[in-house]
């Protein structure tokens, strides 16, 4: 999930007008958005891809994902100003899953319609 880190970045300087501290991008990407399969961003991703997958409805998954945001953040112990914005983080993860999500199905529709 290390394709995130650019977008939390962004949406980190979007809301608070300034950039990471140094602190604050070692956590982000050391514990939040490496690629290491066990990172909170990665799990909560899959988990987010397997509720959409089984039609669970989006105003739910998306609470699931703030939870699982929130909880994540207070365990790793993240920075201040990086908890007050679990929900912009959250944000992020639901949208790369639904993109995800909707480009599997459309390479699904194509496999059927070939056959």
Known sequence: MAFLFDKFKNMFKEKT???FTKNEKEYVIIY???SNPKSSSKTIFYGAMCCLRAFYPLPVVKAMIQGEV????????APKRIKKLYKEFAEIIF???M???INNNIKRD???KSL
Do not use: C, L, R, Y
């Open 70 to 77: 929130k909880k994540a953040f207070q365990k790793e112990k």
């Open 95 to 97: 949208n790369a899953a």
């Open 110 to 112: 194509e496999k059927s």
């Open 32 to 34: 939040f958005a490496n």
């Open 99 to 101: 993109e995800k999500n």
């Open 17 to 19: 007008g300034e950039e």
